[in-house]
Nanobody, 119 residues
């Protein structure tokens, strides 16, 4: 059984930085993607970043490109999302997910962590 646990959310002022972590346990195929998604209440969930576990190739949404970085951590089966130059529009619940295809083939989800950016 795969389990994903996010950590690192919090409150920050605009222009600040936060680093989210996603710790995965269970069977993790090198064919999977790790994705970070965010959701604002009342809006659709948005994929913001992804990394292919085997190749390390990454992709970003236009809204975060150049500000967010997804990477594999030194800790085993942990991936991070470094968020810089945060804007109030980045305020959302952030979710880590894993699956064969990004963004629509994510099969496992974490419970999310809240990020609040104040102006």
């Amino acid at each position: 059984q795969v389990k994903l646990v996010e950590s690192g959310g919090g409150s920050v002022q605009a222009g600040g930085s936060l680093r989210l972590s996603c710790a995965a346990s269970g069977y993790i195929s090198r064919n999977y993607y790790i994705g970070w998604f965010r959701q604002v209440q009342g809006k659709e969930r948005e994929g913001v970043a992804a990394i292919q576990i085997d190749s390390g190739s990454t992709s970003y949404s236009d809204s975060v490109k150049g500000r967010f970085t997804i990477a594999r951590d030194t800790a085993k089966n942990t991936w991070s999302l470094a968020m810089n130059s945060l804007e109030p529009e980045d305020t959302a619940s952030y979710y880590c997910a894993m699956g064969l295809y990004y963004p629509r083939g994510m099969q496992w989800w974490g419970e999310g962590t809240r990020v609040t950016v104040s102006s």
